[in-house]
């Protein structure tokens, strides 16, 4: 194997044109012959003992070459790629220039870790946003604590709006079941607007043991076949409760807590509220600082880096609706989307998150940032502690670079926040009045993977 040349393209890519001698080529014929000799028929021998020369003469000298240059070629490029010291990202696209018993050449273009310059990291502004839990925020959060526990009573009356009403279900289009409007022992919120308009209101006044049909329109805009479609639901009410929720007191305290008191629970869910906001400003601060950092640098970034990516966060999403009972044939066909229409809205966040890698990896080269054996066992115990597990079977679900990787990026990301101003964010008429607890955005400075979309939050029943 020989490299005749080596081109930088536009986009970080590289083309490689290399040769394969004749010597080499011959070697990888002969291996050609020998796996597929058994498959050839030849007149007066036995499957699999007719010679090389008289397949040749027989069916051509380059009844072989296919064969051989699929088991060459592989070996060949990963040579000409370390000959010329190349950190490629992908596949590479690969033509063949000329093939014969004098050898073979090929062409492979690839696309290539790019350089990277990086902008401002050091001494960033972004705003930071203050913490504050007010006397409302906790009471709140006890009742929700309160909600959590409270329990279903059955009644004995005709359901009304605000009951949990427990029915079976099966919706008809056109006198014939619809595939998705079946249900049994489903609990309905009446006013929840977990189902289609109309649906639930027309549940109201049912009595344990009724059965009723319900004519449901289905909005023009809904997001399946069913659109605009008037259906026919048979329901059967199984039972009818109300949500029993208990007082805020002492017992309440002791029931759910630690806690003799409700004073003590109330001043542990203000401590933990604080927590949790403090974690979230701090989570947002470091999201915006990186986010900056990762749109000053320059850097010809191939599109096969992005595409990648973007292929990731794809396979990402749908594990995480496996996990929710879907595939991502069944999300399309909810959503009325098409799987090149999810990969293309996860190219955006995945040209960031490269961009954002990119930049991780550079500070950490510019700030000759290392980890120690020491630190990465430490890591392990810390993690192991965390979900109460020996470090020596942590370590069978984790691998040792997945760690080190995890602390350099801590640890460049750690050089930019702390080195970082915060600035006091501009007061909105939002921002002023204080917001109710919500989940922290992605950790995206952490390299999680994000999911292009968000599951359906309603009509997870199609009733």
Known sequence: M???????????????TVEVSAEDFDAAIEKAYRKQRGQIRMPGFRPGKAPRKMIERAYGEGVFY???VNIILPDAYGDAVKEQELDVVGYPKVELLNVGKEGFSFKATVAVYPEVTLGQYKGVEAPKSEVHVTDED???????????????VDQDRESQMGDIVNIDFKGYL?????EGGEGT?????????QFVPGFEE????????????????????????????????HVKANAVKVKEIPELDDDFAMDVSEFDTLDELREDVRKKLTGQREEAVKQEFENVLMDKVADEIQADIPDDMIENRAHSFVEGFARQLMGQGMTVEQ??????????????????PAKQQVRLDLAVAAIIKAENIEVSDEEIAAEFQRQADEVKMDVETLKKYMEEPVVREQLLRNKAIAVVVDSAVALKPELTEESEAPAEEAPAKPKRTRKKKEAPAETPAEEQQEG
């Open 331 to 348: 999300y399309l066909q909810m959503t009325g989307s098409t799987e090149d229409a999810l990969l293309e809205q996860a190219m955006e």
């Open 138 to 152: 906790v009471e709140n959060q006890l009742k929700a604590m309160a909600d959590r526990n409270s329990r279903l």
């Open 174 to 178: 056109n006198g014939a079941p619809f």
């Open 202 to 233: 027309q549940v109201a006044g049912m009595k344990a043991g009724d059965e009723r049909d319900i004519d449901i329109t289905f909005p023009e805009d809904y997001h399946a076949e069913l659109a605009g479609k008037a259906v026919v639901f």
């Open 66 to 68: 296919e064969e051989a």
């Open 2 to 16: 020989s490299v005749k040349s080596c081109d930088k393209l536009e986009k970080s890519m590289v083309e490689l």
């Open 185 to 193: 022992n489903y609990d309905l919120s009446l006013g929840s607007g």
